[in-house]
């Protein structure tokens, strides 16, 4: 039921863009994504309700395609402050679950 | 205010001890969570309070025992806990049940058992 991430990890350039998928098995009322700084807590970006939105603000925006259960995060031109781990979180309505969690390094 | 407050940040416990672990909100925020997490792993949702009545218990060992005394403040009273205990112990509150506009997290408490 814990939704998948991938990639587990990934190391960038800063400037490069990345992106971070997170499929699960149950159909979904919203997507989540978090991202968690390390010896931090995690930090809420944005949700996405079903209906097939796309979202985002500056340089971090979001899909999520509700047929397929899946959600994607893309961080375009991305900076040191972008490193940490991503999760996202899935509401079926009944459950919440975390995803397996992207682990993201930016370097200069 | 748009923060939730944990206390302590850190903690360091016995096998025999007893403790508690503190949470405050002033948001207005109707449910409020706790959640364990591991090294490199998600968090787990422990316990949920939904209007200062627990609604959610996801199987945690009695060793772990919730109280929320008022709409503002969630405890989490720790007892004869083993060292696999030892996590990051994370807060967070939401307006309502339905998470249509996410969490927000406590800084956290990291507890070692010994």
């Known amino acids: 039921q814990q939704p998948v991430q991938s990639p587990q990890a990934v190391i960038l350039r800063e400037g490069e863009d990345a992106v971070i998928n997170c499929s699960s098995s149950?159909?979904?009322?919203?997507v989540h994504w978090y991202r968690q700084k390390h010896g931090e807590a995690p930090v809420f970006l944005m949700i996405?309700?079903?209906?097939?939105e796309q979202k985002g603000h500056d340089k971090i925006s979001a899909s999520f395609n509700e047929k397929k259960q899946q959600s994607s995060l893309y961080l375009t031109a991305s900076q040191l402050s972008y490193s940490g781990t991503y999760f996202c979180g899935t509401d079926t309505g009944n459950q919440f679950y975390f995803g397996t969690g992207t682990s993201l390094t930016v370097i200069p | 205010d748009t923060e939730v407050t944990q206390t302590p940040k850190h903690l360091v416990m016995g096998m025999t001890n007893k403790k508690s672990l503190k949470c405050e909100q002033h948001?207005?925020?109707?449910?409020m969570y706790w959640y364990k997490q591991k090294a490199k792993k998600p968090p787990e949702l422990m316990f949920v309070?939904?209007?200062?009545?627990?609604?959610i218990n996801e199987s945690v060992p009695s060793r772990f025992s919730p109280e929320c005394p008022n709409s503002s403040l969630l405890n989490l009273h720790l007892h004869a806990l083993q060292p696999e205990d030892s996590a990051l112990y994370l807060c967070?509150?939401?307006?309502?049940?339905?998470?249509?506009?996410?969490?927000?997290f406590g800084s956290g408490t990291r507890l070692t058992v010994v």
């Open positions: 948001m207005g925020h109707r449910a």
């Open positions: 309070y939904s209007y200062e009545k627990l609604s």
């Open positions: 967070a509150s939401s307006q309502g049940r339905i998470l249509n506009y996410g969490y927000t």
């Open positions: 149950k159909a979904l009322y919203s």
């Open positions: 996405l309700l079903k209906g097939g």
